[in-house]
Structure formats: structure tokens, C-alpha cells
């Protein structure tokens, strides 16, 4: 039987910082449109900002389907699973919102977060709803590494020069969504 929980509690920070991967969920509003889930790696793009708040970097990738639903609606659910022996499940569910570099809690924000190229923005969400349920059913894996191949990629010239002809142009979501408008952000040239 699962939990709801007020705050982010030192038990609940200590199961995040040991996860490898989380995964993001969002859905655009109304009935139409494709439910997104996202999973996310590397321990050092998620941080804990305060019992209800948390963070994560949002680096450039193959899609904006998180940008375009949060920008539409706000309503996220990250989902950190256990792999080890301990068989738990934490879901975040809460209001997200995005925070580009220009904006002006960027600076404020991004040290929480560890160095990395490609950076779009940060999603900040404020939680409403914090609960546990069991993860019997969820194999045990062993962690071999952290894959760096985003981070390593994202410093070769043809994916630069990739990201600029992007940033330059407005995105949208796979349901032709808003996310970016033109230059709004330099996943190029942003790094933390």
C-alpha cells in the first residue's frame, strides 16, 4: 500500500540521489494528443530545491514534448524507480514550469546542477502531490555507468551547427504544440 507524503523528507532526498534515471511524464490538454514520458539519466541534472520544489536540466535532445505540454498546461509527474533491492516507486507530482537562461532565476538555478553541454533550460516543478507504492514487480538491475554519449555528442560540429539551425527556427511538440519560438534558447552554446 503506497503513501502520500507533505515534503520531500533527508529519506526521500537520499532515494533520488541514489537513483541512476527518472523518468518525466506530461499530456497536452484535452483529449487529443499522445501522453509523453521521458526518461532522463545522468544523477547530477535532477536536484532537490526545497521540501516541494525540484529541478532538473532540460538538455537538448531529439524532441520538446515536456516544453510544449508544460507551456500548455503545467501538469508533470516524475517517477524515480528502484532497480536495487529495495523495491519502491517515489512519484512527484506537481505544476512545472520552464526557465531559460535569460530568464532571471537562471542564475540562481543552474549550480545545482552539474556541468553539461547542450543545455536548453531547466524545469522547475512545484509539488502538490508526493507518494510511494511498492515496486515488487520491478526487476533488480545493476548499474554498469553513466552513458556520456549525450554529453559527448553534443560537443561535435555537426550537431552544433545542428542545434543552431534548430534554435533558429520554432518548435513544436509531435502534435504541432508551441515549445520554442525562434532563438528563444542556445542549446548550441549553453552549457553549465
Known amino acids: 500500500m503506497g503513501h502520500v507524503f507533505e515534503r520531500l523528507d533527508d529519506r526521500w532526498r537520499r532515494f ?9 511524464a506530461t499530456a497536452p490538454t484535452g483529449p487529443e494528443g499522445r501522453v509523453n514520458v521521458s526518461p532522463k539519466g ?22 520538446v514534448e515536456t516544453i510544449a505540454h508544460l507551456r500548455q498546461n503545467g501538469r508533470v509527474t516524475i517517477m524515480f524507480c528502484s ?35 547542450g543545455v536548453r533550460s531547466i524545469i522547475v516543478v512545484s509539488l502538490d502531490l508526493i507518494a510511494d507504492s511498492c515496486g515488487y514487480s520491478v526487476p533488480t538491475m545493476t548499474e554498469v555507468n553513466e552513458r556520456d554519449l549525450l554529453d559527448r555528442v553534443a560537443r561535435q560540429p555537426n550537431i552544433v551547427a545542428n542545434r543552431i539551425d534548430r534554435a533558429g527556427a520554432g ?9 520554442l519560438a525562434p532563438n528563444e534558447t542556445d542549446p548550441a552554446h549553453q552549457h553549465t
Open 16 to 24: 533520488i540521489a541514489e537513483q541512476p534515471m527518472y523518468f518525466v
Open 42 to 63: 545522468y544523477r547530477d541534472t535532477f536536484a532537490v530545491l526545497d521540501d516541494t520544489t525540484v529541478g532538473y536540466l532540460d538538455l537538448d535532445g531529439s524532441g
Open 83 to 117: 532497480f536495487t533491492r529495495s523495491a519502491k516507486i517515489l512519484r512527484l507530482y506537481g505544476t512545472g514550469r520552464v526557465v531559460l537562461p535569460p530568464d532571471p532565476e537562471w542564475a540562481g538555478l543552474v549550480g545545482h546542477f552539474g556541468p553539461h553541454p
Open 171 to 179: 518548435r513544436h511538440s509531435i502534435d504541432k504544440i508551441p515549445a
